[in-house]
């Protein structure tokens, strides 16, 4: 929860929104995060949108135009400044 990219999408995440975010140090459906993370020795992080009522992983799942529009902002967002972090 402290590696550099979760504080980057952290950080954004309050910039674009002007609140706070809901972290998670898990969430269903992530994938094999430890396999990938492990072995390479790097850290990972996601960020997404949804709502109360958006059936996450399931066959009607869906979100709002204006989540989506965000999201994509917010991954630009990440992109950008994770780019310009020292290493």
């Known amino acids: 929860m402290s590696a550099p990219i979760a504080r980057v999408?952290?950080?954004t995440y309050r910039e674009?929104?002007?609140?706070?975010?809901?972290?998670?140090?898990?969430?269903?459906?992530?994938?094999?995060?430890y396999q990938?993370?492990?072995?390479?020795?790097?850290?990972?992080?996601?960020?997404?949108?949804?709502?109360?009522?958006?059936?996450?992983?399931?066959p009607n799942e869906n979100i709002y135009v204006d989540d989506f529009v965000s999201g994509i902002k917010?991954?630009?967002?990440?992109m950008d400044r994770f780019a310009a972090e020292p290493a």
């Open 16 to 33: 674009l929104h002007g609140q706070e975010p809901v972290v998670l140090p898990t969430s269903a459906g992530s994938g094999p995060w």
């Open 74 to 78: 917010h991954i630009c967002a990440i």
């Open 36 to 58: 990938l993370c492990a072995q390479f020795g790097i850290d990972a992080c996601t960020a997404g949108v949804g709502h109360a009522r958006s059936q996450a992983q399931a």
């Open 9 to 11: 999408v952290v950080d």
